[in-house]
């Protein structure tokens, strides 16, 4: 247990409808990001935030997908109108950030949310 | 984008024997992190680099940060049929964005 608590772990849902995940990073973690794996693939990044400014969003998230981390703790990701190629693990990683240093920024991943559009 | 090169895609290998995968980018990266997933779970840490040469082991697992800063690789010596699973590289690349990029993944088969 690495301390990233995900959930729920799984998710079935129907094409069209609306979902979202949580992620409580580990406690003293500044920097909290969100991944999407499909099978056979590494692990693609999607967002990040540090503390409750989100500082990079991939060209992969589209307007259908939204991130928050409303207080710097835990955040949410919601994806609207569900389409079947959304259908694929998220995962929430967290790491703590140091001022200036570039080097040290170990991240660690929770244990994944698995998501199925029928 | 940075993409990574890893390798190789897969093995087949039998119990006790010694295990090398490596990662190759095209450009100079910061941070080279090694990882391990198993089916359905999240990836977990294995052993993180920070500077160029720098040679880090965490039991049976040893890697290496490359003296170019465009690759790593991770050995596994005496492996153990607990060593399946697929193991990933992941980096941050100099000079750009501070998120991770991954590797396709080496998946690791034990034969006892």
């Known amino acids: 247990d690495t301390g990233v608590s995900q959930n729920p772990r799984h998710k079935i849902t129907k094409r069209g409808q609306n979902v979202t995940f949580r992620c409580d990073p580990i406690s003293e973690h500044n920097r909290l990001y969100w991944y999407r794996q499909t099978l056979g693939q590494g692990p693609e990044f999607l967002t990040y935030?540090?503390?409750?400014?989100?500082?990079?969003k991939s060209r992969l998230l589209s307007d259908r997908f939204s991130a928050e981390r409303p207080k710097g703790s835990f955040s949410t990701l919601e994806i609207q109108r569900t389409e079947q190629g959304d259908s694929a693990m998220y995962l929430c990683?967290?790491?703590?950030?140091?001022?200036?240093?570039?080097?040290?920024?170990?991240?660690?991943f929770g244990e994944g949310s698995w998501l199925t559009v029928v | 984008g940075q993409q990574l090169n890893q390798s190789p895609q897969s093995m087949f290998i039998q119990e006790g024997e010694d295990v090398s995968m490596n990662c190759t980018s095209s450009?100079?990266?910061?941070?080279w992190l090694w990882y391990k997933q198993d089916p359905g779970e999240g990836p977990v840490l294995l052993i993180a680099l920070y500077k160029a040469g720098e040679l880090t082991s965490n039991g049976r697992l040893t890697a290496q940060f490359g003296i170019t800063r465009k690759d790593s690789f991770l050995n596994i010596s005496a492996s153990i049929p607990s060593d399946v699973g697929i193991y990933f590289c992941?980096?941050?690349?100099?000079?750009?964005?501070?998120?991770?990029?991954f590797g396709k993944g080496t998946k690791l088969t034990v034969n006892p």
């Open positions: 935030f540090q503390n409750e400014a989100q500082l990079e």
């Open positions: 992941a980096g941050t690349a100099q000079g750009g964005s501070e998120k991770l990029v």
């Open positions: 450009s100079i990266f910061n941070t």
């Open positions: 990683a967290s790491s703590l950030r140091r001022g200036r240093i570039l080097s040290g920024n170990t991240i660690y």
